[in-house]
Each structure stands twice: as C-alpha cells, then as structure tokens.
T-cell receptor, first 113, second 111 residues
C-alpha cells in the first residue's frame, strides 16, 4: 500500500533558525513527489515537484531534495511568514492505470519572531 | 489566469441531508480530483474525473459521488450526511498528471 509519513508533526523555530522537514514514502513506482504549503482555511499551494533521486529544487528560503526513500524540505533562516503546514505527496499509479496523490499528514511549522 | 474556483466556501447542513459542491478548474485543464481533509486523517483522495469519465475512486462509501461536465466543471455530491462528513473538501485541477493546482476548498459542517 502506498504510504507517506511526515516528521515531525509540529516544529517551532525561532526566526533565523534553519531546520529540515522529512517525508518518507513507500510507493510502487514513484512518478513524482510534491511539496505543498497550506495556510489555515486555504487550499494547498504548490511549492515543488521532484521526479528522481538526487534532484534538488530551491525557492527563496526553501530547498527540496529527494532520495529513493525520502524527501527533505530544508528551510534556511526562516521568517514568521513561513509559518504554515507543509504537506508532502507522492504521485501513485492506481490499479486502473490512472494516477492520484497520496498525502502525508503534514508538518505544522511555527516561526517565532 | 484564474485559479481553481470552489463554491460555496462554507456550508452548514443537518444530518441526513444531501449536499452538492462545485469546482471550476483552470481553463484548459481536463482532470479534476477531489479530496477530503480532516484533522485526524489529513488529505484523502475521493475521486478523479477526466473528460467526463471517472478514472479513479478512493475508499469512500457510495454516498460520495461526483460528475464532470463537458466544460470540465465538476460537482461532488454527498447524500445522507453524517457528522463525520464534516471536513474541508478540496478540488484540484491538472493539465497533465504532473502538476495539480488546488482550490480554496469548501468547508462543510454537519450538525
């Protein structure tokens, strides 16, 4: 069964204190791994897609990396506006041949000023 | 470029009633997926439609159904509402299977 596990569930950082969020996955045939940011009461906002082990992508203070078993979202010198829930999802192939996203439960990040 | 539009934003329904939620995808996107988000279970896949055909369905009871129209707009319906159906319902549209854009969701509360 396709599974995505994110850790930690919650993370509190001081402004400027860098850290990493983890996403480990078990999927039969990875098509893609997605990172989203979700603010309270809103839909997930796309951040990155990674397709193969060794791939890295960056956007402002965020950097996503991918291995064969897990992905990391590194946050460098975070600011209070980076506070949100970060969701990881893998693109899994269904029995019928179509695809769906399987999500982890997210990491709630709080950055204190 | 308009994003994914979901209506209504909020709904309050009584147990036993039924509800219909609407999703208008990004222009040109033919795939629409629906997800249920709850604090305990996170985001769970409901179903996906492509060119008016349901391509895939998640592990939800038959009370949850959907459809897609020729203009790619999609609706989902939940019949005989239960308290446990209270959740944020999210719709995502995709041009291909390599990028999914989510709407802001419909917050359904069942009382």
């Amino acid at each position: 069964e396709d599974q995505v596990t994110q850790s930690p569930e919650a993370l509190r950082l001081q402004e400027g204190e860098s850290s990493s969020l983890n996403c480990s996955y078990t999927v039969s045939g990875l098509r893609g791994l997605f990172w989203y940011r979700q603010d309270p009461g809103k839909g997930p906002e796309f951040l990155f897609t990674l397709y193969s082990a060794g791939e890295e992508k960056e956007k402002e203070r965020l950097k996503a990396t991918l291995t064969k078993k897990e992905s990391f979202l590194h946050i460098t010198a975070p600011k209070p506006e980076d506070s949100a829930t970060y969701l990881c999802a893998v693109q899994a192939v269904t029995q019928g041949g179509s695809e769906k996203l399987v999500f982890g439960k997210g990491t709630k990040l709080t950055v204190n000023p | 470029k308009a994003g994914v539009t979901q209506t209504p934003r909020y709904l309050i329904k009584t147990r036993g009633q039924q509800v219909t939620l609407s999703c208008s995808p990004i222009s040109g996107h033919r795939s629409v997926s629906w997800y249920q988000q709850t604090p305990g279970q996170g985001l769970q896949f409901l179903f996906e439609y492509f060119s008016e055909t349901q391509r895939n369905k998640g592990n939800f009871p038959g009370r949850f159904s959907g459809r897609q129209f020729s203009n790619s707009r999609s609706e989902m319906n939940v019949s005989t509402l239960e308290l446990g159906d209270s959740a944020l319902y999210l719709c995502a549209s995709s041009l291909s299977n390599y990028g999914y854009t989510f709407g802001s969701g419909t917050r359904l509360t069942v009382v």
